[in-house]
């Protein structure tokens, strides 16, 4: 998540779940922890009953709610505006932890003079182009630094944002410190003063006019924060998909990890930002991506224009100073696990091979080429679109227009069904007999059926076993993946087709074993955890070598096999270790569980104070020491200085314990990295029925937008029409459920305990609609009609926004038209419309109308909602 | 007579006397609702591991309880009160806003929160409910088979292999605990997981249980244990918390499984004041005892004094 990834480094969370148990406060927005991640919320459970303050802010009031000390209402989509108060906060009523923020923030730094903020320009940073839709950043850097983008912003562009921004973790520095500080925080460039100036705007009045938050709310969250904030304290944010699925989804992340940072709590124990992943292996598919534009470790994809070897692209992606200093090693180590033999020095180790990505093909763009006629073929894996992506019916429709379509799932999930289940074939959109698409179902073994590990929401790799073999033609990811890579591969042989090199000189020659021909999937772990040429395993990042003498699949991963053990099928009982527990799985990088813990200590290497006690310098054996792997040089002393031209990790600090970054510090201010800003700024939802009061902007003016018949969208406050569509709609998951329903709705003991589609309304909205409890309820966008039975709770409040009273529509998105129990997909109602940063879709905020009364049936769904667009005067291009 | 009435009142002496050597210490489910989270984690595990079928009833409007009560098909039932509070608690502020409420507050003096409960005029409850193994249990008293027994841990099961589903046990249940599976036809409730008790591994609910609301363990112990938290809550001002079923003389002689709740049982749809309802019983047939001697010395006076 480049939200963290630009903020601190990486783009995990911070911390880890047990590490809650040591919070003073904990703030939980954007997630709905109890619901979701049950397990993990004992942890806070725990620090509430040693006299934590728990804080929840969230539209609706949840489970987790119910179990906090406050829970605070708020607008779907104004999350910065709230969090840019606390900023706000914290810097008017001088409660940031000065000596934190002066050593290992980038607070001091001056920035380029040309450098305009959004207060100046209305809404847009310097540098925005209106013919391209994008920002030159150049205006952005440091001031003083010779090359304004290094870092992967050589290669920034409208197609290759987002993750690969890993790998632009600063520009060419001399020291690991920038040209231009000011110690004092007081001039008028340094970061510090530009973060004022730009957040002063964020006051207690104005979060009760964005958010709805009554101002003395606002202010007790904001108090309690700080209360709890400094050397003897510490306070945590966890956050899920309530901050990451909008239009500024990155941005809300950082808003966080500048409260975090100005306040000294990231680190450190008890403090962090702990990113609650929706799946139990999410963290692992970006670290091991199944995304289009990174490689393992987040190393950024080469684009054509990188260059046809490897030192090119190598100096176009990452700065010279910190961890990312040392990316050829990476490379070079992740293309001999790939290439083995093939990969040598003289063919710049096969990077040639490596794909080059010319555009955006992220599952939305994807789904358009489907739609064009331009994409022929799909493979579904562990997903079932067309229940849990925004505008179910242009996923459907795309899908319509394929040519083959293979999914791959323990379930028969209507993405496997949409040709003869799907709500269009109802309306008539759909003919079964016309759609031309073959599609392939391939039953897929589930983690009790095969070795392999989750990579959980704090980085932890642990590793399970197989219990017992898959039934029927049920298979694992890893023995179809291998077998279909040994298939292509064979009838290839012999081919001399430079385009089959990549294929043919990849090391495919895993061991087999069992009924099924299992691939070892230790063996796929050891290539991971990397190995020197003699065959030994390495032991940790700071080994892989760049001249091919070492392979690593993924270098924050090295070190999972060291001394030829499984370290992430560890399992010591946690009253057998200390409670960060190092000994039960393996955390990247290097089983450390609290990153950037060099923070934990004071500049000169000593803890903050006894109660945040964690790892610290050792005088004695001239070495950092605590109750974790330390995240730094583990002998580079407090008061190291580096010498000119040092690169890498010795280009930097004593005391700077962001290691990855160019600077070694965190970042308020992010120079690079974010397509929409250096700084979060509140804009509205896509769809929103409030004028953002801060700048005639009213939205992100990068956001992605789709405009085609499938794809309308709700008009939006103040254009003309808006009030056709004057309620908020966002959409959550339930514990009973598990996200698009694959593995829930087909368990019946799961069913039974949430067995319909529900919307819950408050009180006043039911009586202004005419909505009774428990009857059906119609729930109209331009893009479809669904129905619900209306759940009428106080739990859900009206809120005073600008003057007037906004209701929001809460929606669980669980349901479908397949499994035992069935019911209208609430992300149908949702439209295409993504976050420029990582092209995540916005279904936590849009508008909607809601009617009494069930949606009518077959075409006349059609009618009632181009009844709607009519009146509200929405326009489709290409219409 | 009175032979019978020693047997239907004091089955508590069945345990752990006719055990002997093979008794265990008596095992029960401290149920913490204060930290229930209503995952509903306990339902699932526990129709997993006993094979407990699903029973659909729908979307019933109950908050998020659509299990609604326990019976043959859910032995753990996670109820939601869902409740509006007058917005302030303390007397003549009873009207203010919640916005006032918090103008109210000295921001700066004020480094804790209240609770939401008390601070927005709303309240979530949730809590796990389950067959209570009482000290004194009617429907082992009932049960004309012999189905229903006390274990050695003082836990009260069910033998499916010998209920015939005549139904006594049902309306003898004080919590409506019982009730006969269809088209079954028997009585199914909480074993307490008697298989795995027997493999010395808590039951499938405690285990799943990932906040440690329910707790297993022998009973005296977790009695300890809900005491120290039932006084730590108190002290913290949550005055309204206190234990169900925790004391020895109530009127079932107290439960294998028992609870700390938040308020008044009746909040949670339990009985105030649970009575065995065989109490009365031994006294019920003393009288109909006397009844019938008298009514056999009437008429066979009257035979005796018609022959006259």
Known sequence: MPGLGTSFGRGGATTFQQDLQNSDVIVIQGSNMAECHPVGFQWVMEAKQRGAKVIHVDPRFTRTSAMADLHVPIRAGTDIAFLGGIVNYIIENERWFDEYVKHYTNATTIVDEGFRDTEDLDGFFSGWDPETGQYDISTWSYAGTEEHTAGGHKEQGAAVSGEQAHGAHGMKLDRGRPPKEDETMQHPRCVFQILKRHYSRYTPELVEEVCGIPKETFLQVAETLCQNSGRERTGAFCYAVGWTQHTVGVQYIRTAGIIQLLLGNIGRPGGGILALRGHANIQGSTDIPTLFNILPGYLPMPHPQAGPDLDTWVGNTSPRTGAWGDMRNYAVSLLKAWFGDAATGENDFCFGLLPRIDADHSHYAAINRMLDGKCPGFFVVGENPVVGSANGRMQRFALANLEWLVVRDVQLIETATFWKDSREIETGELKTEEIGTEVFFMPAASHTEKDGSFTNTQRLLQWHWKAVEPEGDARSELQWTFDLGRRVRRKLAGSTEPRDRALLNLTWNYTTQGPHDEPDAQEVLQEIGGRHADGSFVEKYQDLKNDGSTSCGSWIHAGVYKGGVNQAARKKPHTEQNWVAPEWGWAWPANRHIIYNRASADPSGKPWSERKKYVWWDEEQQKWTGYDDPDFVPDKPPDYQPKKNDIGLDALRGDSPFIIQADGRGWLYAPAGLMDGPMPTHYEPHESPATNPLYTQQQNPLRQRFNRPENPYNPTDPEPGWDVFPYVVTTYRLTEHHTAGGMSRTVPILSQLQPELFCEISPELAAERGIEHGDWATIVTSRTAIEARANVTDRVKPLRVEGRTIHQVGLPYHWGPGGIVKGDTANDLFPLVLDPNVHIQEVKAATCDILPGRRPRGPDVLRLVEDYKRRAGVKVVGE | ?308
Not at chain 2, 218 to 224: K, M, N, P, Q, Y
């Open chain 2, 1 to 308: 007579m009175s032979s019978n009435a020693k047997l239907l009142t004091l089955d508590a002496g069945a345990w752990p006397d006719t055990y002997g050597e093979m008794a265990k210490p008596r095992m029960g489910f401290f149920t913490d609702t204060s930290i229930c989270i209503g995952c509903k984690a306990c339902e699932v595990a526990c129709k997993e591991w006993n094979h407990v079928p699903e029973d659909f009833k729908g979307f019933t409007g109950k908050s998020y309880d659509n299990t609604l009560h326990l019976d043959a098909d859910n032995w753990r039932h996670v109820a939601f009160i869902e409740q509006r509070l007058p917005a302030a608690l303390d007397g003549d502020t009873a009207t203010e806003s919640l916005v006032q409420i918090a103008a109210r507050r000295e921001l700066e003096e004020d480094s804790g929160l209240d609770t939401l409960q008390e601070g927005e005029g709303l309240r979530w409850l949730m809590a796990s409910d389950v067959c209570k193994h009482c000290s004194h249990a009617a429907c082992l008293d009932v049960c004309p088979t012999g189905a229903l027994f006390r274990t050695e841990y003082g836990t009260v099961v069910v033998q499916a292999d010998i209920c015939n589903g005549c139904g006594y046990c049902v309306p003898a249940c004080p919590f409506g605990v019982l009730s006969k599976r269809k088209p079954d036809g028997r009585v199914w409730k909480c074993t307490l997981c008697y298989d795995r008790l027997r493999d010395d591994k808590e039951p499938a609910c405690a285990q799943a249980c990932p906040t440690n609301s329910i707790q297993y363990g022998e009973l005296t112990e977790l009695h300890e244990r809900a005491e120290a938290r039932l006084q730590e809550m108190q002290d913290a001002g949550q005055t309204s918390a206190r234990l169900y079923g925790a004391h020895p003389d109530d009127g079932v002689g107290g439960f294998g499984a028992f609870f700390l709740l938040l308020d008044e049982p009746e909040v949670y749809g339990l009985p105030p004041d649970p009575v065995v309802t065989t109490r009365d019983l031994p006294g019920i047939w003393a009288s109909t005892g006397a009844a019938a001697v008298a009514l056999a010395v009437g008429i066979a006076a009257a035979c005796i004094g018609g022959r006259r």
